[in-house]
């Protein structure tokens, strides 16, 4: 089982090469879309790394196939600009999958 990525920068796309995860760079909502739509049926993935950037394109679609998809798991991971709400995040997609507010 392998990582892909979903970048929205080529910085990050590049590191993530250089660990040996494959990925592509978009940038506009259908881009990402597409590209989601595409690696979701993809049997050799597990995990799709998706920085922050490009969840907040699509907050609701990424958000019900968190819930409902089983494989491959979807991760959220700062750019290089970083990010301090992947706590909230996290928080937040717990609440909603068992129902307490944390």
């Known amino acids: ?33 597409e590209e989601l739509e595409r690696v979701m049926h993809m049997e050799d993935i597990a995990i799709v790394l998706m920085t922050t950037k490009l969840i907040e394109t699509c907050p609701e679609v990424i958000s019900e196939l968190k819930l409902k998809q089983k494989k491959p798991l979807i991760v959220e991971i700062p750019d290089r600009h970083g990010s301090a709400k992947i706590g909230e995040t996290i928080d937040r997609y717990v609440s909603e999958a068992i129902g307490v507010k944390l």
């Open 1 to 33: 089982m392998k990582f892909y990525l979903l970048s929205d920068n080529i910085d990050t796309q590049m590191g993530m090469r250089l660990a040996g995860i494959e990925g592509v760079v978009v940038h506009e909502r259908h881009e990402v879309l």
